[in-house]
């Protein structure tokens, strides 16, 4: 499975997100960033050890605006938003699962 469309909606808060395997559906931008998945936001565990991120910055208007999307590889797409976060990678399953499939 690939992602072959990720396109803002003309309200400019939902993504329409369409795979190779013809499933289609939109996610809203607030979906997107309250679940991003990058260890700062959603923490990690490393040898065992379970990191938890604390005193995460409260989200603001720019946190739920979509300024750049770039594939990576084969596997996923990394979001960039207006309050300066980018590290989170999207890969196609976790995207397909917050899109609803």
């Given at each position: 499975m690939n992602?072959?469309?990720?396109?803002?909606?003309?309200?400019?808060?939902?993504?329409?997100?369409?795979?190779?395997?013809?499933?289609?559906?939109?996610?809203?931008?607030?979906?997107?960033?309250?679940?991003?998945?990058?260890?700062?936001?959603?923490?990690?565990?490393?040898?065992?050890?379970?990191?938890?991120?604390?005193?995460?910055?409260?989200?603001?208007?720019?946190?739920?605006?979509?300024?750049?999307?770039?594939?990576?590889?084969n596997?996923?797409?990394?979001?960039?938003?207006?309050?300066?976060?980018?590290?989170?990678?999207?890969?196609?399953?976790?995207?397909?699962?917050?899109?609803?499939?």
């Amino acid at each position: 499975m690939n992602l072959t469309q990720f396109k803002r909606n003309p309200d400019g808060t939902t993504f329409h997100v369409k795979m190779d395997d013809g499933f289609e559906a939109d996610v809203s931008s607030q979906k997107l960033r309250d679940n991003c998945p990058c260890a700062g936001c959603k923490g990690e565990e490393v040898l065992l050890h379970k990191y938890v991120p604390l005193n995460q910055k409260p989200a603001t208007v720019d946190s739920y605006i979509l300024e750049k999307a770039e594939t990576k590889g084969n596997y996923g797409i990394q979001l960039s938003w207006k309050d300066g976060h980018d590290t989170g990678i999207y890969n196609w399953e976790y995207l397909r699962e917050l899109a609803g499939g």
